[in-house]
């Protein structure tokens, strides 16, 4: 089975390999289910999927955006950057922000924070380069990445632009993946998202909602 590239009918559980995630407009996509044991997610990676598919979502996500109002985006990689410019775009700005996993030879420590992922366990740092600073000091900034999980790289990201000085205004993703992420996500900062996924549970007949996830609000 190929994913991502083409949308599909919504299908009710249990799932046996693949989330139908449910879309704005009624459709479904379906997403390969990850088995960490205890749970399942649906995966969703972006710079594999079609350029119809991306193009819709980052649609979706852009009028998402509107309400926040944001002078810049900055896009969080490595796939948070496959949406950034095109909702950038979009949206009316000129530009966009790209942080990096690799160190330049200008780069500065300061301008650097240690990050971990549900994907990535193994620790990285996001770099910065200083000569963004001034476009972003001061200004009213969107983060955007793909997805959103238990919030640990957006949180970095968060503190990189804090050490930027300019304004976080919210976090933009493709898909937020569950509730984790709200126990350590800073409060009154929004979120927006152009799809939402369960936590999923194993059972006999296949995998289902996790019906014990914390209620959104």
Request: hydrophobic share 45%; with cysteine; charged share 20%.
């Amino acid at each position: 089975m190929e994913f991502w590239q083409r949308f599909a009918t919504p299908q009710p559980p249990p799932w046996r390999t693949a989330l139908p995630a449910a879309l704005p407009d009624g459709r479904a996509l379906d997403l390969p289910i990850r088995d960490f044991g205890t749970f399942g997610v649906g995966g969703f990676i972006a710079n594999q999927a079609s350029l119809a598919v991306v193009r819709t979502i980052a649609g979706w996500m852009a009028e998402a955006a509107r309400p926040s109002g944001a002078d810049l985006l900055v896009g969080l990689p490595t796939l948070g950057q496959v949406f950034a410019p095109l909702v950038a775009e979009q949206l009316g700005h000129a530009n966009w922000v790209a942080p990096g996993w690799s160190r330049k030879r200008w780069y500065e420590e300061r301008l650097s924070v240690p990050v971990a992922s549900i994907t990535t366990p193994v620790e990285r740092r996001l770099w910065l380069d200083p000569r963004l600073v001034p476009r972003l000091d001061g200004r009213r900034v969107l983060l955007v990445d793909d997805v959103i999980s238990t919030g640990a790289s957006a949180r970095a990201g968060l503190e990189l632009l804090a050490a930027a000085g300019c304004r976080p205004v919210g976090l933009l993703v493709a898909m937020a993946q569950g509730p984790r992420w709200r126990a350590h996500w800073p409060a009154g900062l929004p979120v927006a998202a152009a799809f939402t996924t369960p936590l999923l549970h194993p059972t006999p007949d296949g995998w289902v909602p996790d019906l014990s996830e914390e209620p959104t609000a």
